[in-house]
């Protein structure tokens, strides 16, 4: 028995070690770091929404044409990630919500594994904020994000641990990093927050969609003014607070004549959303940029010829040559500081397992082409 005892114990011990190293892994590989590129000085963003992954092949593409139906699937969308990721190199992923269709999604845990299989296998840092159609299958809001936190490679968290009070699942905020070995090596340069925007409305006399709440924008402007201290206080104090970029799915009903104001925290330079899978309009209004991404999954609805898109933010540092030698970041469309592209990926048609081909075009010339009344770019594909 004192044998047979002590060989329980030392296996009980082994299995202790082992879920200490388990979780001691999965606690280091949230923390992974986000920084700037040394060789090219840049932070590379991927961002794609709505994907609306359902149940893999079995589940057919929506608005493609007739001939496409036979050998169009979820795989379509799995083969579109996988060709962004190999041409445009993403330092990060972001996935802006309805990234499952719950509806149509039999086991939304092996539709979000699927889902975002591309990201993990990429070894890339992503993360992820809920749509309005990710918890309408057999798990909640909560338990959909709880999901996504337990995934590899992901930086998502379920909400933030100072705020106690707060309403969603999905807000939280993460630093991007100076390069590394630079004076700003410690510093968040870009700060990345995202945000629950909610399902549904719940209050009767408000019809529609779901929206960011009274606690949300408080945690978020706390946040913000905390990162701005950080930024211009010792060591290494900087002038201005760093630029921050915001990503949620349901566009907040003031899109339109949306300013500062909205984000009173004022180091927010620019909003990504989804939600509107026919609209990828990008543009700025006193100061913030504003984006759409446009539809991404073939199993979203969209328009036939209307190819599929994600869209690509790429933040470029160039060092100053002053005093402290340092580097300088700053957000702004037409400055030298930083270049914020935010291009549009855009998956040509369906043509089953092949994967299609892929043009690139800069949110202004998109623009311009809309504004012309031309779709030769997509239409010609």
């Not at 701005?228 to 915001?246: D, I, T, V």
């Not at 925290?265 to 940029?289: M, P, Q, R, S, Y």
Request: positive net charge.
């Amino acid at each position: 028995m004192g044998v047979a005892a002590k060989k329980m114990g030392t296996v009980a011990v082994m299995m202790l070690w082992m879920a200490f190293l388990c979780c001691h892994a999965a606690q280091g590989q949230r923390r992974r770091q986000l920084r700037f590129d040394g060789k090219r000085g840049e932070f590379r963003i991927l961002q794609v929404a709505d994907m609306h992954y359902g149940n893999g092949k079995r589940t057919p593409c929506e608005d493609v044409f007739p001939q496409q139906m036979p050998t169009c699937s979820d795989l379509n969308t799995t083969a579109f990630i996988r060709r962004l990721i190999l041409a445009e190199k993403p330092d990060f992923i972001v996935f802006t919500g309805d990234n499952i269709f719950g509806f149509d999604a039999s086991d939304p845990a092996s539709s979000m594994n699927a889902a975002f299989a591309p990201a993990i296998s990429s070894n890339i840092p992503w993360a992820a904020v809920l749509g309005n159609h990710d918890q309408e299958s057999t798990l909640s809001r909560e338990g959909v994000m709880k999901h996504i936190v337990g995934m590899k490679n992901t930086l998502s968290q379920v909400n933030p641990s100072e705020a106690h009070v707060i309403d969603g699942y999905g807000n939280y905020n993460l630093e991007v990093h100076g390069v590394e070995g630079s004076h700003l090596a410690n510093k968040s340069v870009l700060n990345l927050y995202f945000l629950d925007s909610g399902d549904y409305s719940t209050v009767p006399a408000i019809p529609g969609y779901g929206w960011i709440k009274p606690s949300q924008q408080l945690w978020f402007q706390r946040t913000s003014f905390k990162l701005q201290r950080s930024y211009m206080n010792k060591p290494e104090p900087q002038r201005g607070p760093a630029p921050g970029l915001a990503y949620f799915h349901i566009p907040l009903p003031e899109y339109a004549s949306f300013d500062s104001s909205n984000f009173t925290a004022g180091d927010v330079k620019a909003v990504f959303t989804g939600h509107d899978h026919l609209n990828d309009f990008c543009g700025e209004l006193t100061g913030i940029n504003l984006c759409y991404a446009g539809g991404f999954g073939y199993h979203a609805y969209g328009k036939a010829g209307w190819a599929r898109r994600a869209r690509m933010v790429v933040a470029s540092l160039e060092k100053k040559q002053r005093k402290d030698r340092g580097e300088q970041l700053s957000l702004s469309k037409h400055g030298n500081v930083l270049m914020m592209n935010t291009s549009l990926l855009l998956m040509a048609r369906c043509s089953g397992a092949k994967v299609p081909a892929m043009i690139v075009a800069t949110a202004a010339q998109k623009e311009d082409e809309m504004e012309k009344g031309s779709r030769s770019n997509v239409s010609s594909l």
